[in-house]
């Protein structure tokens, strides 16, 4: 079985991932792109799994993340793909992203800093 803090650096990575697809890249162009949206969806959908499986315990000593609204982008992803909004993607990955991955960071000092490597 994998240790939380692994769940933790999965999301660490795919947040990293996403912040490099994005880089340089305009809003038009990402909105016309075929390759990057397939790429950030599959790394929201990496990063709602892993935060499936993280502890009630561990999720609820850091509320500051906003841990259901992720689940949900997920099961929007999954379940609801022809109704994406590629908008909403892109001011996610702008906005939020990079947030979580900062949180994400944080959490990992704080709970394993052993396994900081991000």
């Not at 933790?8 to 880089?23: G, H, T, Y």
């Not at 792109?33 to 850091?62: C, F, K, N, Q, W």
């Amino acid at each position: 079985m994998r240790h939380e803090s692994s769940f933790l650096l999965d999301i660490a990575s795919a947040c990293r991932k996403m912040e490099c697809l994005i880089a340089g890249t305009s809003e038009a162009e990402f909105l016309v792109d075929e390759i990057r949206p397939a790429a950030i969806l599959h790394h929201l959908t990496v990063i709602g799994e892993a935060i499936g499986r993280l502890s009630p315990a561990l999720r609820e000593r850091h509320p500051e993340v906003p841990w259901r609204k992720i689940i949900a982008v997920r099961h929007r992803i999954v379940h609801a793909y022809f109704d994406l909004d590629w908008q909403i993607l892109w001011d996610a990955c702008i906005e939020d992203i990079p947030i979580l991955h900062r949180q994400i960071l944080n959490i990992l000092a704080q709970e394993f800093p052993a396994d900081v490597q991000d």
